[in-house]
């Protein structure tokens, strides 16, 4: 149990093109899921914190109008990198968090490996 | 500030044990997590530690010292496969992930 799938794994756009990134969790109901981005070499910095039903919550740094996310459901959040450019090229990992008691851990999708061109 | 060391990188031999160390200094605390990359793949679980002590999941162990801000993780009987980055992340008071930079394990023959 616990999985989380993204799509695509991975894209290549053109500069000033819009690029939406899908994440599922699939059999369990995730109350957070979170939008990380990672380049090469380097840890995970955290983009954003999403709740169902209301506004994500963006770290500091990251433009909210560039990357739109939505919660729409307790399984679906998606990441749409507007207007993208060469520098949002990066891996674009979700997760999702399952309360189960006091443990609190986050499942990862697989990833999306984005490069504009 | 909030912050989460560990060693960039480190390298042991196949069959051997490695212990990597995480520090932290952290606005509350509520667990640490260590988790597994390979390279472009998306981080796996491997433990969680709330309360002090060790913790053993088959070859996998992990460690903590809450008085400390201390943990490690230690790997036994390692094997080639084991070779990846280990992510050290605590659960902060907001219950927000920190993240460490990750430890870059590598495995010789």
């Known amino acids: 149990g616990a999985v989380v799938s993204q799509h695509p794994s991975w894209v290549i756009c053109k500069s000033g093109t819009s690029v939406k990134i899908e994440c599922r969790s699939l059999?369990?109901?995730?109350?957070?899921m979170f939008w990380y981005r990672q380049f090469p070499k380097q840890s995970l910095m955290l983009m954003a914190t999403?709740?169902?039903?209301?506004?994500?919550?963006?770290e500091q740094g990251v433009e909210k109008d560039k990357f739109l996310i939505n919660h729409a459901s307790l399984t679906l959040s998606t990441l749409t990198v507007t207007s993208a450019h060469p520098e949002d090229s990066s891996f674009y990992i979700c997760?999702?968090?399952?309360?189960?008691?006091?443990?609190?851990?986050?499942?990862f999708g697989p990833g999306t490996r984005l490069t504009v061109t | 500030g909030q912050n989460i060391d560990q060693p960039t990188e480190m390298t042991a031999t196949e069959g051997a044990i490695v212990q990597i160390n995480c520090t932290y200094q952290?606005?509350?605390?509520?667990?640490l997590f260590w988790y597994q990359q390979h390279a472009g793949e998306a981080p796996t679980f491997l433990s969680y530690?709330?309360l002090d002590g060790l913790e053993e999941k088959g070859r996998f162990s992990s460690f903590l010292s809450r008085s400390k801000g201390y943990s490690y993780l230690l790997l036994k009987e390692l094997q080639m496969k084991d070779s990846a980055s280990y992510l050290c992340?605590?659960?902060?008071?907001?219950?927000?992930?920190?993240w460490g930079a990750g430890t870059k394990l590598i495995i010789k023959p």
């Open positions: 997760s999702a968090r399952r309360s189960t008691g006091d443990f609190y851990e986050q499942y």
């Open positions: 059999d369990f109901q995730a109350t957070t």
């Open positions: 999403s709740n169902e039903g209301s506004k994500a919550t963006y």
């Open positions: 952290t606005s509350g605390f509520n667990g």
């Open positions: 530690n709330v």
């Open positions: 992340a605590v659960l902060d008071s907001n219950y927000q992930l920190i």
